[in-house]
């Protein structure tokens, strides 16, 4: 009796014939050999022939087939690894070329059986034709890739076109969500990380991905992005901690207010993208980076309630001071006249802000939730007597 394999590629695909042969012909140039691997192949609604050119081929391995109704990526993907036999599950995308070393780099990870998730490199290629915001995206996404090999993993690194679980791992998260849209690597790793499954890079384990998509078909994928995120966050609150939506990763002040002024006057993303063909490498790749996160921001608009977009498009301002002033000591960088902390207050109260405590504050962040729109934050450190003679009064005047 043939032993199982001990591993599975599971391959989605839709309309993409040649690509998919393009893939299969790789695998059957691997390292490993083809015993101890199959390949399940998902054919999700296709018209162009996928089936028939499929059939004509002659591999290495053990190829299953299976054909369905189109049902979107998350469904092609559950499909695949329910029909798999190997112990681990190898999730690679049709548009990719596999490394000769691909499968053996993910069976040596899993050797000890331990709860890993495989987070293999994507090298992605773009035509020699291919546009400027093509070319900058995919000079980026290498230069993170590089940055991968030196830092811990987290979901945030995990892609679906090159990730591998143990298949009891999988069955025990539910596999991948299929009410959502296709771009849900994200929320399928997010819930490795909530089952504490430690994620490892794994340089050795290359594919190729080739992506024609032309620049306004990139910034329609980011706005989408930002559409999904708020779903993710009705989904997993927590999640928010580590979503562009919930203010994860530092931003610089002219950046936030460029994406502001381009959401103000509603810049249509393929008319704010335009500067980024004109501009010098490095300022446009900087402008590209202003326009993605404003297509973001579009995304989330577009999805979000009237009451979530007021809580999430600005973050909470935390204003600090040190002592206060009575009339006849000047200001200073640590000193604030008290008449003028009196009219900084009263600006606050007549624009509508609301003055939080840090304990509110902290206490909304801690359960997840975003704090009232145009909140504001007041500290004094130091502990001068001051804080207590001159700055009391003039917080309780105007009830803050």
């Known amino acids: 009796m043939t032993a199982p394999p001990e591993l599975s590629v599971v391959v989605p695909t839709h309309d993409r014939r040649d690509l998919l042969v393009r893939l299969l012909e790789s695998l ?29 081929l002659a591999t290495p391995f053990r190829l299953t087939v299976v054909d369905q109704p189109q049902a979107g990526q998350s469904a092609a993907r559950n499909a695949g690894a329910a029909r798999a036999t190997g ?14 070393g691909l499968v053996a780099a993910h069976l040596e990870a899993h050797r000890d059986r331990r709860r890993i998730a495989g987070v293999g490199v994507i090298e992605r290629r773009v035509p020699v034709d291919a546009d400027r915001v093509a070319r900058l995206l995919a000079e980026s996404a290498a230069a993170h890739t590089a940055r991968l090999a030196k830092t811990t993993l987290t979901y945030l690194d995990a ?11 999988f069955e025990e ?16 790793a997010y819930r490795l990380h909530q089952a504490r499954v430690e994620f490892a890079f794994l340089p050795g384990a290359i594919v190729t991905e080739y992506r024609e998509r032309p620049w306004r078909g990139i910034l329609r994928d980011i706005e989408r992005r930002g559409q999904i995120a708020v779903e993710l966050y009705r989904r997993h609150p927590p999640i928010i901690a580590t979503m562009e939506l ?46 993605l996160d404003y297509c973001y921001w579009r995304g989330v608009e577009a999805a979000a309630d009237a009451e979530l ?52 504050y902290v206490e909304h962040r801690r359960a997840h939730r975003f704090p009232p729109a145009k909140s504001v934050v007041i500290t004094m450190d130091d502990g001068y ?12 005047r105007h009830g803050f």
């Open 309 to 360: 977009w007021k809580r999430s498009r600005r973050g909470t301002t935390v204003l600090r001071y040190h002592a206060f002033g009575g009339p006849d000591e000047p200001p200073s960088r640590y000193v604030v006249p008290a008449a003028r902390f009196n009219r900084q207050l009263s600006w606050l109260r007549r624009r509508g802000y609301n003055v939080i405590s840090l304990t509110e």
């Open 159 to 169: 892609y679906g076109g090159n990730l591998s679980v143990p298949r009891s791992v």
């Open 28 to 56: 059957g140039r691997q390292t490993t050999p083809p015993d101890r691997f199959e390949v399940v192949v998902v054919v999700d609604g296709s018209t162009d022939g996928t089936l028939e050119a499929v059939a004509d």
């Open 246 to 291: 919930g203010g994860y990763g530092w931003q610089s002040r002219g950046r936030v207010i460029g994406r502001t002024l381009l959401q103000a006057l509603r810049a249509p993303p393929s008319v704010a993208a335009l500067p980024a063909f004109a501009l010098p490498a490095e300022s446009a790749l900087a402008w590209l980076r202003l326009v």
């Open 385 to 396: 007597t001051d804080n207590d003679t001159l700055a009391r009064p003039i917080l309780e």
């Open 87 to 100: 112990h681990v599950l190898l999730f690679v995308d049709d548009d990719e070329e596999a490394d000769p």
């Open 173 to 188: 998260i539910g596999g991948y969500a299929e009410d959502l849209p296709r771009e849900n690597d994200f929320e399928f």
